[in-house]
């Protein structure tokens, strides 16, 4: 079964080179063995991270008697390792880790049997509650709840929302949207008033996540705000919350100084499915960033807009191999389908770029192309 005895794999969890720690425990971690176990919890205070990590994996399938070791991670000074850790406790319905993959995604996590959770819950509720415990271990206890339901789950958080930490407060928030309960609603639009800003994004983004429609008209305040990233946000989350009394302010938005924000309120605007945007959106087709005039021609997509086809169809041998594809998949969305929205999606199977070759290969799907 193993390419090694028991005794000289074991051996190598002491070798220099944290790669043979890592590959050792990677061949035991499916082994049923008490010290094996020990082992493991011995090397979560392995000095190397990714030895570390690849601890918490084969932990993970150890049922509850690993929730202790894992627990005590919560105070690692490796993040990906703490919320690793959360991931993997027994009973979390948190599919995501928060190790990163070096490339902007995550890695894919089973979904554990939630019959474990009522060992797990109090645990996490009493780290989230004692406020003696650093910042890092209430925070991460609090993300941790969002992979549980139930009353004790939702009372916690809820009143986890007046901790003193801005961070504590902002991954409570993202649990409470993350756990898409209404009774968040009211508390989450009170932590809006004069609080940190990673809190106030952390907030509204949770309260979109809800669907508090209560929360539209504050949101929507935001796009006054002096805050850019504020701002971008509340474009797209209007949008998202359907709130139509912003439409106007996004149209104003489309031509401010910061091209993310220009951005955002075009997407905004095709959440909103406002025909009244149509024109200006259609004004701003000759924006000079690309990601603006990608964004442009999605949203009037979005918006049905057919009058549109005429001034999109010179988009697809823009300069740009985002816009080129946008104009590609806005047209195909609008009914549209020639010879040149098939020559540039194909020539787009071989941009510099993998999200656009992917995403010219699956428009070539939906189409006929000779």
Known sequence: MLSFNRSELLSRFTDDDPDIRKNAILELKNVVDEHVDEVLIELLRDPHPQVRLAAVDALG??????????????????????????????????????????????????????????????????????????????????????????????????????????????????????????????????????????????????????????????????????????????????????????????????????????SNAAIGLGKLKMRTAITPLMQRLTDKNAIVRGAIARALAELAAKRAIPILKPMLFDEKESVRLWAARSLVQLGEQDDDICDVLKDLQAASEKWIQRRATNTLAQISCG
């Not at 509720?125 to 939702?154: C, D, F, H, P």
């Not at 504590?168 to 409470?176: C, G, M, N, P």
Request: aromatic share 4%.
């Open 61 to 262: 399938l150890r049922g509850n008697k690993a929730v202790d070791p894992l627990l005590t991670l919560f105070s690692d000074e490796d993040q990906n390792v703490r919320y690793t850790a959360a991931a993997m406790l027994p009973g979390s319905m948190n599919h995501l880790t928060a190790r990163g993959n070096g490339d902007g995604t995550y890695t894919a996590m089973p979904v554990k049997p939630s019959r474990l959770a009522k060992d797990v819950i109090p645990k996490l509720a009493a780290m989230v509650q004692n406020r003696r415990n650093k910042v890092i271990v209430r925070e991460t206890a609090a993300w941790a709840l969002s992979g549980y339901k139930g009353e004790v789950v939702i009372r916690t958080l809820l009143d986890a929302l007046a901790d003193p930490s801005p961070k504590v407060r902002a991954h409570v928030a993202e649990s409470l949207g993350s756990l898409h309960t209404k009774r968040a609603g009211e508390p989450l639009l009170k932590l809006l008033d004069g609080d940190h800003v990673n809190v106030q994004i952390a907030t509204m983004i949770a309260l979109t996540r809800i669907n508090y429609s209560e929360a539209a008209p504050r949101i929507a305040e935001y796009l006054d705000s002096r805050n850019p990233e504020l701002i971008a946000l509340a474009c797209d989350l209007v949008g998202e919350l359907r709130y139509k009394p912003a439409s106007d302010h996004l149209v104003k938005l489309l031509t401010h100084k910061i091209w993310w924000i220009r």
